[in-house]
């Protein structure tokens, strides 16, 4: 089974950045939709962006576009968030997750599976 580890998060004045890391062992993760998630406290998991398994196309959510940038490195088996212009709003823990098939347009969890432990993002001052 392909396990994923997010990396990356901390806390962040507003207006900063940070970039998650989403990684795999295995080179499985090469031919899937990875996609970002975020749970903030009391709200239902959101999906923030997603990334087709070429790396060409993306998608985001309202939210985020932007100022978010999805990427990845096949040949290291990592999926990446750039956030930049973070906001308090922002604050969540943040997932990533696999998918063998493009998700419809709002990014639903229920698509993806493999979900990582995620990683705390907090954005106060």
């Known amino acids: 089974q392909l396990q994923l580890v997010e990396s990356g998060g901390g806390l962040v004045q507003p207006g900063g950045s940070l970039r998650l890391s989403c990684a795999s062992a295995?080179?499985?993760?090469?031919?899937?939709?990875i996609g970002w998630f975020r749970q903030a406290p009391g709200e239902e998991r959101e999906g923030v962006s997603c990334i087709g398994s070429g790396g060409t196309v993306k998608r985001y959510a309202e939210s985020v576009r932007g100022r978010f940038t999805i990427s990845r490195d096949n040949a290291k088996n990592t999926v990446y968030l750039q956030m930049n212009n973070l906001k308090p709003e922002d604050t969540a823990i943040y997932y990533c997750a696999a998918s063998s098939g493009w998700p419809p347009a709002n990014i639903p969890p229920r698509n993806f599976n493999s979900w990582g432990q995620g990683t705390q993002v907090a954005v106060s001052s």
């Open positions: 295995k080179s499985t993760l090469r031919s899937l939709v």
